[in-house]
T-cell receptor
Framework: ETGVTQSPTHLIKTRGQQVTLRCSSQ?????VSWYQQALGQGPQFIFQ???????GRGNFPPRFSGLQFPNYSSELNVNALELDDSALYLC????????????FGEGSWLTVV | AQSVTQLGSHVSVSEGALVLLRCNYS??????LFWYVQYPNQGLQLLLK??????LVKGINGFEAEFKKSETSFHLTKPSAHMSDAAEYFC?????????????FGKGTKLSVIP
């Protein structure tokens, strides 16, 4: 149990639609990051938020966007869904002084049809 | 730029045998290194991490890993495999220093344990 919770756990969307995934960080953690894990692959870094500002981004197009709220919960938004967006989306939280220990949630499985 | 290579996408061992999962990294700066485990349909669980203290790192469930700078390796071992160790294992690297939370993962090694 990492204290990081994500919702929904599973969802199916149609190509072209938009999706919002939610994450509640472990209590007191001020940094949240999102990862995409395609089937059979390792997770890939999408972006990171610290104190409500994006402060790091991986190689993902602008249709992947996010928010971090004052209570450190977070959202990942994906517009104009493509079939290749089908993946497990993982949220991770951490505390700046924790020596880079990052705690992952169980993930949200997104299927685009 | 950082990268991780995990040798062997699938490793099979007998119950009670030594587990050795290989990880080599590339980093232009002193790295932090991690091993995570993922059970089917679950998220990632941290096994252990190296953050420039002791080079031999002990983790949960009897796993340990040794940081070898000369070989740019961080292999994961466990003396005796248990059926419950069957899972996928990911090695990851990040930059050292506070605020560096971008992990670069390897492609993973699926461990099967044969009774």
């Amino acid at each position: 149990e990492t204290g990081v919770t994500q919702s929904p756990t599973h969802l199916i969307k149609t190509r072209g639609q938009q999706v919002t995934l939610r994450c509640s960080s472990q209590s007191g953690h001020n940094t949240v990051s999102w990862y995409q894990q395609a089937l059979g692959q390792g997770p890939q870094f999408i972006f990171q938020y610290y104190r409500e500002e994006e402060n790091g981004r991986g190689n993902f197009p602008p249709r992947f966007s996010g928010l971090q709220f004052p209570n450190y919960s977070s959202e990942l938004n994906v517009n104009a869904l493509e079939l290749d967006d089908s993946a497990l989306y993982l949220c991770a939280s951490s505390l700046a002084s924790s020596g880079n220990t990052i705690y992952f949630g169980e993930g949200s499985w997104l299927t685009v049809v | 730029a950082q990268s991780v290579t995990q040798l062997g996408s699938h490793v099979s061992v007998s119950e009670g045998a030594l587990v050795l999962l290989r990880c080599n990294y590339s980093s232009s700066v002193p790295p932090y290194l991690f091993w995570y485990v993922q059970y089917p349909n679950q998220g990632l669980q941290l096994l252990l991490k190296y953050t420039s203290a002791a080079t031999l790192v002990k983790g949960i469930n009897g796993f340990e890993a040794e940081f070898k700078k000369s070989e740019t390796s961080f292999h994961l071992t466990k003396p005796s495999a248990h059926m419950s160790d069957a899972a996928e294992y990911f090695c990851a690297v990040s930059r050292s220093g506070a605020g560096s939370y971008q992990l670069t993962f390897g492609k993973g090694t699926k461990l099967s344990v044969i009774p």
